[in-house]
T-cell receptor, first 111, second 117 residues
């Protein structure tokens, strides 16, 4: 089984809908991250969490919220989806400042 | 503030030829440095990383990278490219200092590698 899993892998939704992307990890890492990837822009950090009680905004948090339900689970929500949130979303985990390990990504299309 | 520049958006090389992908960073001290690869439709896989010590680091799939402090660079190299190396490559920088957002990575915008038969 993969160490970092993301569900769903693909999602199509309509403008104004609320959606949640989920991330689970079995690596035992304290730190978890959400990124979005857009063509030509690389990866940009949305939110990060250093432990269950610690949530921090990243570079592009507007329009997003997160929940760290447990050490192993970190969810990303789009409260009211808009078309420019169409992107590839990645979850990642790390143990401290070391290497980040990425999930397979969720491809989101907002119509 | 930290930043990462990958000057080449797209590179095409012939199979068997050598490869060098450029990465320049801006940071006040020696950062942590990473190269990740993303194959089409896949997530990011770590190729190699530099934390300290020998400035020439070896990674998976025959890749290596050299940290040059004087040039603020961490270029990725491979002596002979295979068709399966076609992918997008991302350089990333992490801060060493404690406190604040330490542990977060700043990614470059990526270099897409195409391999000609």
């Amino acid at each position: 089984d993969a160490d970092v899993t993301q569900t769903p892998r693909n999602r199509i939704t309509k403008t104004g809908k609320r959606i949640m992307l989920e991330c689970s990890q079995t690596k035992g890492h304290d730190r978890m991250y959400w990124y979005r990837q857009d063509p030509g822009l690389g990866l940009r950090l949305i939110y990060y969490s250093f432990d269950v009680k610690d949530i921090n905004k990243g570079e592009i948090s507007d329009g997003y919220s997160v929940s760290r339900q447990a050490q192993a689970k970190f969810s990303l929500s789009l409260e009211s989806a808009i078309p420019n949130q169409t992107a590839l979303y990645f979850c990642a985990t790390s143990a401290g400042k070391e290497t980040q390990y990425f999930g397979p990504g969720t491809r989101l299309l907002v119509l | 503030a930290q930043s990462v520049t990958q000057p080449d958006i797209h590179i095409t090389v012939s199979e068997g030829a050598s490869l060098e992908l450029r990465c320049n960073y801006s940071y006040g001290a020696t950062p942590y440095l990473f190269w990740y690869v993303q194959s089409p439709g896949q997530g990011l896989q770590l190729l190699l990383k530099y934390f300290s010590g020998d400035t020439l680091v070896q990674g998976i799939k025959g890749f290596e990278a050299e940290f040059k402090r004087s040039q603020s660079s961490f270029n990725l190299r491979k002596p002979s490219v295979h068709w399966s190396d076609a992918a997008e490559y991302f350089c990333a920088v992490g801060a060493r200092n404690y406190g604040g957002s330490q542990g977060n990575l700043i990614f470059g915008k990526g270099t897409k590698l195409s391999v000609k038969p």
